[in-house]
Nanobody, 115 residues
Framework: QVHVVESGGGSVQTGGSLRLSCTVS????????MGWYRQVTGSQRELVATITRGGFITYADSVKGRFTISRDTDKKTVYLQMNDLKPDDTAIYYCNGFIKNRDFWGQGTQVTVSA
């Protein structure tokens, strides 16, 4: 059984920063892809950033240059450093692990950016 747990959400003002953490039971390196997604009530969940087992990284256009995804395999943790936050970044952020055609999701962490 794989467990994914996010932490680090909160409330900040425009231009502020937050770092989200995602801890995975077992080895995160066994995951083919680890990623961060976000969802606003009433909208579809959207990709924010992903990192593959081989270290290939992708970002949504809306966060390029502001967000950075990284991982610490020893700590079994994936991070999302979010800088220069904007009100449009307000959402519930979810961590995802993907392996062998299966998705594992965390419970989500709320990020609120005020103007």
């Amino acid at each position: 059984q794989v467990h994914v747990v996010e932490s680090g959400g909160g409330s900040v003002q425009t231009g502020g920063s937050l770092r989200l953490s995602c801890t995975v039971s077992g080895s995160i390196f066994s995951m083919e892809i680890m990623g961060w997604y976000r969802q606003v009530t009433g909208s579809q969940r959207e990709l924010v950033a992903t990192i593959t087992r081989g270290g290939f990284i992708t970002y949504a256009d809306s966060v390029k240059g502001r967000f950075t995804i990284s991982r610490d395999t020893d700590k079994k943790t994936v991070y999302l450093q979010m800088n220069d936050l904007k009100p449009d970044d307000t959402a519930i952020y979810y961590c995802n692990g993907f392996i062998k055609n299966r998705d594992f999701w965390g419970q989500g962490t709320q990020v609120t950016v005020s103007a």
